[in-house]
């Protein structure tokens, strides 16, 4: 009895303890399963958080699973409107300016998952599938599948390299990135140019409309590029390529410069990135044949034969047109992306590898609604139904991204973002539609032509200056003397008001810094604005006098003056203008008008070599200035001795373009600002005027000829309005 009921006592303990063990291992699938439904929701949470951000262009994608159970809207579903905000939307300043999804990667969470305690091994069946679930969850839910974008701002070149068999995945591809480049990125932040065989041009009809290959010029902006040219930068074969390869590398020289120019608070050039995309030229016929010879036969210059095109025998990409942007691309604000189909063809220095060459074979994925718990372990009394398990096969990985100068590893792609011709023409035809607001650009032109500052363009060929001075635009009782010198940020006139801000004012600029041009301008546009009976010119010019002589014959010009070597003559110059001083005086009394008298002294800081009376005299002047309508003009390469001889207090409005040092801008403007002037931009210079206001503009130049070598008809007329007290030596 004993035994028996040791047995039965024995027997009610194993069954409490099995009991007690499959409660546990319930409890334990219970929170297993809870576990995967919470991870399941993290995860579609963090993957439909990334394809709002970046979204494929089409549904083109969504035969995948991965894409299962996404709320995506792809980007040509998006309105092409001012209320789409993803649209145009990265500029120069964000931190994914042109970066670009390519596909699909598999990357950690941004969740963390902690593995539970396994505890000791065991022979249960039942336990070890449910540890077997515990890891399969860890493993899985650990990564999610998110875009993989690639940096073509910072990483150039970048090379899509796809052998023969997957040629046409790689320009897949190629379509792909730069269809995601145009809708995230305006035609003002970034400008395209393509070079593909004649072999392609049905493929790259869609990117001739594009407004983004609109041909760039800096001299102008994009509206007037639009409106003005409308030439495109998608060049198909080889002759339009021979005629675009000189436009571009005049391009890099270009930048090369305006980099050398940048001041230290600089960070980029301020001119639209440039994108070259060039297409694999590996077919038949891509590429001109070396001609052959021919007897040799004499033919005249005059034949038509005589002109030759320059052939393109090899791909773009080894033409030495483009070996600064394969150089130092990145620092030009350029990038080159690429197709090839052989690695003898890869761009030198290049940064980034799209490899499409090798690709692993099939491997399952678990759909969206697949449980990872086994199979055998689901049939349940409580469960309704059993988890259908379902799967699909795709390959793991269709490209490696790899970084060529960078220690990190490759980036796998599992799957590449591809689009069609139908969906690339719906593209292009929606953005060629769009008229964008061009924004003013925030840096100054390098060029401004004079005959386009005034209100009313001036056209030198038909000028009739009775004309102009008729014009009721410009006419008030009074002449108001003000006049453009240039454009400054967002092409807006830069204006001198010689009676606002002056009447005297100070030019100070280096060699080469377009101080005699400023001059010219100055003049040119006194004289287009104001008749001679308003304002008349005195010139002065301590050396030759190269740059003013051309204005001796303009009729406003009372008297040039030139080589002012010795204080005699100087003091011959105080004389005169003692005279012209007393005349003004006695006529103001008399009640006469007077024409208001602009004075020019180029290198006037070299008259302190001579004697420090003449300063004095003319100082006196000066001072007389604003009563009886003189204006003068103190021009010189470095403002030495302005403090000493007290020149720089006796002027109102300052304009100083590049210096030789700090010290010297601080001279003039307080401030030295003007010694980090670009060289490479004579006419660009700082204007300090009215309350202590600057500005920085690019003064315009004189592009056509002063006058003409022939007397024009109504010279004699010209010259009958003037009352010359003195004739220039």
Known sequence: MVAIGMLIIATRRTMRKLRRNRQLLQEYLQQLQDAESRLKTLNWQERQAYMNLDPPLSRYEFKSVIYEHLEIIPLLQHTYNEQNSSLWARQRSDRDFLQVRIGLQQRPATYKIQAPDYGQATTRRSLQLYNEYARALVTTYATVHVPLQIDLRHQSPVTIYGPALKRSMARETLHAILSQVVYHHSPEDVRIIILAPRSQERAWQWAEILPHTIRYDA?????????????????????????????????????????????????????????????????????????????????????????????????????????????????????????????????????????????????????????????????????????????????????????????????????????????????????????????????????????????????????????????????????????????????????????????????????GSGKSELLETILLTLAFLYKPTEINFLLLDHKAGLALKPFARLPHTLGFLTNMSSAAAWQRFIIMLRAEVNKRKAGLNEGKPTPHLFIIIDGFTDISQYTEAIFDELLGIMGMGDEIGLHFLLAAQRPEGLSYNNIRDAVQYRICLRCATPQESREVLRRPDAADLPASIPGRGYLLHGDNQLDLFQAARVTTPVYQEYIPANQSQLNSLLSLPFKGK
């Open 219 to 511: 001299r102008h902006s994009s509206a007037q590029m639009e409106e003005a040219f409308q030439a495109h930068t998608c060049a198909i074969g080889t002759a339009a390529i021979m005629d675009q390869l000189p436009l571009i590398s005049r391009e890099l020289r270009r930048r090369e410069v305006l980099l050398n120019d940048l001041q230290p608070q600089q960070k980029s050039i301020p001119q639209p990135h440039l994108l070259i995309v060039i297409d694999d030229f590996d077919a038949p016929g891509d590429l001109d044949q070396p001609a052959q010879a021919l007897p040799t036969m004499i033919i005249p210059p005059s034949h038509p034969t005589q002109y030759r095109r320059a052939h393109l025998a090899v791909s773009p990409l080894r033409r030495p047109e483009l070996a600064l942007a394969l150089d130092h691309g990145t620092s030009l604000g350029v990038s080159i992306l690429s197709v090839c189909t052989k690695q003898s063809q890869f761009p030198q220095n290049n940064q980034l590898l799209i490899d499409l060459q090798q690709a692993e074979p099939p491997k399952i994925l678990l759909a969206e609604t697949t449980s990872l718990l086994p199979q055998g372990k689901i049939k349940k009394k409580r469960q309704e139904k059993e988890i259908a398990e379902e799967t699909i096969t795709i390959p793991t990985v269709q490209a490696r991204v790899r970084h060529l100068t960078q220690p990190q590893p490759a980036q796998q792609c599992i799957e590449l973002d591809g689009i069609s011709f139908d969906d690339l023409r719906s593209l292009s035809l929606r953005l060629q539609s769009l008229q964008y607001n061009v924004s003013q650009p925030l840096e100054l032109r390098t060029q401004v032509d004079i005959r386009n500052i005034f209100d009313t363009p001036i056209d030198i060929q038909n000028y009739d200056p009775f004309v102009f001075w008729g014009d009721p635009l410009f006419r008030t009782p009074q002449p108001l003397l003000r006049i453009p010198l240039g454009l400054t940020f967002g092409d807006e006139v830069q204006y001198l008001d010689l009676l606002r801000d002056g009447p005297h004012g100070l030019l100070i600029g280096q060699t």
